[in-house]
């Protein structure tokens, strides 16, 4: 099947979308991955949902189905949306979404392998069911360790209760990870943990693909935007200043509140290093608040693509502060590949796991303890007197991009493997690749 055009499935929700009010956002793992394979000629059907994860609205009123561009079609289903990430909406919203695609996804023509994100378990129960019944490979995509942190999401006291209440999204994931016919995941951490969550054996198509990223630069006028937009704040290209850049969520679960602690304490302290802290949330006028009068911390909500790419480009290192809590500790995250993407030095949080193992031994970046905003400034200091440490660092994080991380070859290598998935699947497959002529006679 290898070189040969593929029907391929890819079902993920909550990444941005090439189109409407996300069309300027830049592209996650399925929207890249998505675009890859459509110009490598593979056929390539985009399920996903109607609803903006990171802005909490929809992109149109009802289902739709676009054809975004030759050889990929964006399949859009609406469910009820959800105002807060950790809610009883939000499971409406996965469930609803599930019964539509195991509905639709009967109308449509059979592919041949479907790659499904897990989360959500609802969906990826739907693609196991029709890949069991249609005869298609189904592999799961390990990205978040669902239902397992909906119960450490609660407090203590009340975890025992959730995890009998999340009880049947358990045994859906258990049926899901082992019934599906392969997990990969983005560490090697996130496929045992799939492994395991499926209460079986680590097979042969079970593997890591790491979070890839393309490092593509805007167009000249989105860049001429944006460059204006933070020399308008004050963010200007060659200052003396140390700058530290933050994209993501400023919500509940990641904490910045040590973050601005820290901005004041530098402040106190004389220090030119300004954190530019980027994104929305439900903390972030609380944010905004606590640092008011701060020169040293920034928060200017939302940007697009362009943004931030303007703003690594002004910055001297990325922070990627995470809490100590297991499926963080097993990742590698979005934030930290695009800091190595542009040769930013990664400040992350906490001092173990598979991210803090990869700063130390390739030292591109340095940890600090959780929440601790006396163990950030103690980094932020340290990198803001010793230039030379800190071009060191650049230089290592753009060759581990480079080497380790870069979408061409990421994406190069997810596409054959999902070929010798599909030829595994089906042996004639490979039989026709082989002597196509020679089958052909009998």
């Known amino acids: 099947m290898k070189g040969k055009p593929m029907k391929i499935w890819l079902v993920t929700i909550g990444e941005p979308l090439p189109l409407g009010i996300s069309k300027d956002d830049r592209l996650h793992r399925t929207g890249q991955f998505a675009r890859y394979c459509a110009s490598k000629g593979h056929e390539v059907v985009w399920w996903t949902s109607t609803f903006d994860h990171f802005r909490k609205q929809h992109h149109f009123e009802g289902d739709k189905t676009m054809a975004h561009s030759r050889g990929l079609k964006?399949?859009?289903?609406?469910?009820?949306?959800?105002?807060?990430?950790?809610?009883?909406?939000?499971?409406?919203?996965?469930?609803?979404l599930a019964e539509k695609f195991a509905r639709a996804a009967e109308q449509m023509e059979v592919p041949d392998v479907i790659v499904a994100a897990l989360p959500t378990i609802e969906l990826c129960s739907a693609c196991v069911d029709f890949g069991k019944r249609h005869a298609v490979p189904v592999v799961l995509d390990a990205r978040d360790m669902w239902p397992d942190i909906f119960a450490e999401a609660v407090p203590r006291v009340a975890q025992p209760a959730a995890r009998l209440l999340l009880r049947p999204l358990y045994k859906m994931a258990e049926r899901a990870c082992s019934e599906a016919t392969a997990i990969i995941g983005i560490t090697d951490a996130f496929v045992d943990w799939g492994v395991?969550?499926?209460?079986?054996?680590?097979r042969a198509f079970d593997r890591s693909f790491p979070i890839a990223y393309e490092a593509t630069e805007p167009a000249p006028e989105k860049i001429g935007a944006a460059d204006r937009f933070w020399d308008e704040l004050g963010i200007y290209r060659d200052s003396p200043e140390m700058v530290v850049c933050y994209f993501g969520n400023v919500g509940v679960q990641l904490d910045l509140e040590h973050a601005v602690e820290g901005a004041w304490s530098l402040y106190r302290q004389g220090s030119r290093t300004r954190l530019v802290l980027c994104g929305s949330g439900e903390r972030l006028e609380e944010y905004r608040k606590k640092s008011a009068g701060c020169p040293n911390v920034l928060f200017p909500g939302w940007v697009d693509g362009a943004r931030i790419w303007s703003l690594m480009r002004r910055s001297h290192a990325g922070l990627d502060p995470l809490p100590c809590r297991y499926d963080f500790l097993a990742t590698i995250n979005n934030k930290a590949v695009e800091y190595l993407s542009a040769g930013l030095p990664v400040i992350s949080s906490p001092q173990s796991g598979v991210l803090y193992e990869l700063l130390r031994t390739e030292s591109c970046g340095m940890s600090y303890d959780s929440g601790s905003a006396e163990g950030l400034v103690a980094v932020l200091k340290r990198l803001e007197t010793d230039g030379a440490m800190r071009t060191a660092m650049s230089s290592r994080s753009s060759s581990v991009f480079?080497?380790?991380?870069?979408?061409?070859?990421?994406?190069a290598e997810m596409e054959n493997y999902l070929a010798d998935v599909v030829s595994d699947a089906h042996p004639l497959s490979r039989l026709m690749g082989q002597d196509e002529k020679e089958l052909q006679l009998y």
């Open 74 to 96: 964006i399949m859009l289903l609406r469910g009820c949306g959800y105002a807060r990430n950790v809610s009883l909406g939000r499971l409406r919203d996965h469930r609803q």
């Open 196 to 202: 395991r969550r499926g209460k079986r054996g680590r």
């Open 402 to 411: 480079a080497l380790r991380f870069s979408a061409e070859a990421v994406h």
